[in-house]
């Protein structure tokens, strides 16, 4: 079965158990207007469903019931005991389809014409009044047969509901028997057979047994606590760090803290296939009323994303589309004269990027001219011609982000008010999300939508600056630079007063966090301490951050900014500590922005030094050095993963080998320095977390000194490189051998680290 008839079986059978509620009420409110309306909504929405799919027999049923529902809806009828019979008989009808289409995946061979006569024949206003005139006098000289039928419909109702509707059915034949009586037997067959397969008792269940519809509202609500639990087991874990009683429990709540927040999240993650599907339907009515010839194409539309985020992209995506066939996407005579094929494609593509969903919008248009850009910002007044002619491409690509910036000619039923793109980029930066837009003349344009996967919970860097903890979202974080206070003066270089760090053969520009803060320009000096630089990279943007120091990742709960920091234009939330502190989460990219770091533009990274590029592109030569026992070693750069930073207490042993439970999995540690036999519970060990083929595995390390570009060392009298060491920074180094973690059959603290370390030269 696939997807789309799975959901329609499930929005189907919650329907038909409406309907049956409201039918129920309907016998003691036969006036109920909004009854009437909830029962004719929920056989209309499966009527409009299976011409879609092809369920034609299903189609022509309901649409019998939907001719006497209209009806009634409209007051023509009333909704007397016979037609809420009758209309129940629908109920299970659609009902028994139903069943078959989920466990044979087809309508079967049934035959619904005496059920779709009898639901004709109640349309017949005088059929009504005669038949209520019939059960007047009925009433009024009941015989014993049917008092005992009666007697029958109240057992039934305590009994079981199937009997129930039998004895309605059997009391229902002998009022309208004069009517329809073939219609009335079929309908019986049918209640008396579904009966027979209920007895039975199949052991297949229904596809809405086996989901669960909850309100938006209560998700939110438990994220909410899940949150508020994160923020308890960091305190507990911080609380209970140096009390080797609690180690095991605090371990526990961690681990059932994490499985519990991954539930709810998913919890709330919907395919984005839910917005996409309303796509089709705007780029047809749109390229209809404006003479185009579009071909829609989608990609990605499995991708899964927080419902509350897809509710807010509703509205950009659709502003997206509705741009890209106005402004992009150009008339089938203007695409021929070009060149092009008459008929323009719009592409719809999802895809998850590590904690980010893409979302991209792009068409193969006229693209965007940037002087036209230029000069209609400049006419409307958005930008001085001075500031104008000094932005590059990319950014004059930006102002039509801006209000009123609109380049159409005429304001028509679908653009030129400069509302759509102003929409797009407030409503995306709403929930943390970026909007960036990659144009060419002639060839296209693709606007790009990137957004956060959740918006409760996310993993952070706390950093310290002006005695102050702030949180960087790992997102954007690509890597962390030690300068040491001599390393600081020697290595940042200066050019008119803006501090740039050559990292790895690239200029990289420097931000210190404490002057933005304080809005203080400062000079060249220093301080003469130590450093540290997280390189982030947001929106293109690359920089160094400068901060005083470093506190231990956390997953933190964003909270929401009052309006006053919000003005500031520097944070995006706010969080609560494992230690208690409140902390300020950093924006990335304002703080670029506020720092006027322009992103690179292509033309520029082309330009970079060929054998920077080199190295850059080749992590062979790269290495991170790190301290274990006193002595200096190095590890792969494009091994390494991550760096955690954990108690000594959460080491494990599986046999003599140290494992750490990390993100799921067990991590064998490689200790061939000894720092986890000499360390007690307490002490933090730094562990190198590093790929080995398709593994993963932990190196000890008592510090991380500084990323290098290694060279080859020769043997004597030979040309080919030595195995296992390396010349960083003029010193002879010994490199770490993933690979001889996973073999070591146990941990020999009296061998040498990593066997045969050579001594620093």
């Known amino acids: 079965m696939d997807e789309l008839t799975r959901e329609f079986l499930i929005e189907s059978q919650e329907g038909l158990d409406r309907m049956e509620r409201c039918l129920t009420d309907l016998e003691s409110r036969p006036e109920d207007t909004a009854l009437l309306a909830e029962i004719f909504r929920s056989v209309h929405t499966i009527k409009g469903t299976t011409g879609f799919l092809g369920f034609k027999r299903l189609e022509k049923l309901a649409h019998a019931g939907e001719n006497l529902l209209g009806l009634l809806r409209d007051g023509k009828l009333t909704a007397e005991q016979h037609i809420i019979t009758g209309l129940l008989s629908l109920l299970d009808g659609l009902r028994s389809i139903l069943r078959t289409v989920e466990s044979d995946g087809g309508e079967g061979e049934g035959n619904d014409a005496a059920l779709i006569a009898r639901l004709e024949e109640l349309q017949k206003v005088e059929v009504q009044k005669a038949d209520s005139r019939q059960d007047k006098l009925r009433q009024t000289a009941a015989t014993p047969d049917e008092a005992d039928d009666a007697s029958a419909l109240t057992s039934a109702k305590v009994q079981n509901p199937l009997l129930m509707m039998l004895a309605k059915e059997k009391a229902e034949a002998q009022k309208s028997a004069a009517i329809v009586p073939a219609a009335q037997s079929a309908s019986i067959a049918t209640i008396e057979?579904?009966?027979?397969?209920?007895?039975?008792?199949?052991?297949?269940?229904?596809?809405?047994?086996?989901?669960?519809?909850?309100?938006?509202?209560?998700?939110?609500?438990?994220?909410?606590?899940?949150?508020?639990?994160?923020?308890?087991?960091?305190?507990?874990?911080?609380a209970t760090a140096s009390d080797p009683k609690m180690t095991l429990l605090s371990r526990r709540l961690d681990m059932v803290t994490a499985d519990l927040r991954e539930s709810v999240m998913k919890a709330r993650m919907q395919p984005v296939s839910n917005i996409f599907s309303k796509m089709p339907r705007i780029v047809r009515d749109i390229s209809q009323l404006l003479g185009r010839k579009v071909r829609l194409e989608m990609d990605g539309q499995e991708t899964e994303l927080d419902k509350s985020l897809l509710e807010a992209i509703k509205d950009p995506l659709t502003h997206a589309v509705r741009n890209s066939l106005d402004h992009g996407i150009e008339p089938p005579a203007i695409r021929a004269a070009a060149g092009k094929n008459p008929e323009g494609t719009l592409k719809l593509r999802a895809a998850q990027e590590g904690s980010h969903v893409l979302i991209e919008v792009t068409d193969d248009g006229a693209g965007i001219a940037a002087d036209k850009v230029r000069a209609k910002a400049i006419e409307r007044g958005l930008i001085t011609a001075e500031a104008a002619a000094m932005l590059p491409e990319r950014e004059l690509l930006n102002l039509i982000f801006l209000p009123g910036f609109s380049t159409a000619a005429a304001i028509t039923s679908v653009s030129g008010r400069g509302v759509g793109m102003d929409v797009v980029k407030t409503n995306v930066e709403k929930i943390g999300g970026k909007v960036e837009i990659e144009s060419r003349v002639g060839k296209g344009t693709t606007l790009r939508l990137r957004i956060p996967l959740t918006l409760a919970i996310i993993p952070a860097l706390i950093v310290r600056s002006l005695e102050q903890s702030f949180a960087v979202p790992q997102g954007a974080l690509s890597e962390l630079v030690h300068l040491t206070a001599a390393q600081a003066a020697k290595d940042i270089e200066w050019m008119d007063d803006a501090p740039l760090y050559r990292l790895r053969g690239q200029l990289l520009p420097l931000i210190f966090l404490d002057r933005m803060l304080t809005a203080g320009k400062g000079g060249r000096e220093l301080e003469g301490r130590d450093i540290f630089v997280a390189v982030?990279?947001?929106?293109?943007?690359?920089?160094?951050?400068?901060?005083?120091?470093?506190?231990?990742?956390?997953?933190?709960?964003?909270?929401?900014?009052?309006?006053?920091?919000?003005?500031?234009?520097?944070?995006?939330?706010?969080?609560?500590?494992?230690?208690?502190?409140?902390?300020?989460?950093?924006?990335?990219?304002?703080?670029?922005?506020?720092?006027?770091?322009?992103?690179?533009?292509?033309?520029?990274?082309?330009?970079?030094?060929?054998?920077?590029?080199?190295?850059?592109?080749?992590?062979e030569n790269e290495f991170l050095l790190v301290e274990v026992a006193g002595r200096r070693a190095a590890v792969k750069l494009g091994d390494v993963l991550r760096i955690e930073q954990v108690p000594v207490s959460r080491i494990e042993y599986a046999g003599l080998r140290p494992v750490l439970h990390f993100d799921g999995q067990l991590l064998p540690v490689e200790d061939a320095g000894g720092l986890l036999a000499a360390a007690h519970d307490e002490m933090q060990v730094i562990i190198v977390v590093c790929r080995d083929a398709s593994r993963q595995v932990g190196v000890a390390v008592s510090n991380v000194l500084d990323v290098a570009a290694g060279s080859d060392l020769f043997e004597a009298g030979t040309s080919a490189p030595s195995a296992g060491v390396t010349l960083l920074k003029d010193r002879v180094t010994n490199i770490v051998y993933l690979g001889s973690v996973a073999e070591l059959p146990m941990i020999d603290q009296t061998t040498e680290p990593w066997h045969t370390a050579v001594e620093n030269a």
């Open 193 to 238: 057979a579904e009966k027979t397969v209920s007895m039975a008792g199949t052991a297949s269940s229904s596809a809405a047994e086996s989901t669960l519809r909850v309100d938006v509202a209560l998700l939110n609500q438990m994220m909410n606590l899940v949150g508020e639990l994160v923020l308890t087991r960091n305190q507990v874990l911080q």
């Open 536 to 619: 982030l990279d947001a929106d293109g943007r690359r920089y160094g951050l400068i901060i005083d120091g470093l506190a231990d990742p956390e997953e933190i709960v964003v909270k929401p900014l009052s309006a006053v920091l919000k003005d500031i234009g520097l944070y995006s939330g706010a969080t609560v500590l494992g230690n208690g502190d409140l902390a300020l989460i950093l924006d990335p990219g304002a703080i670029a922005a506020r720092a006027g770091v322009t992103a690179r533009a292509e033309e520029d990274a082309a330009a970079i030094d060929a054998d920077a590029l080199e190295a850059e592109e080749s992590h």
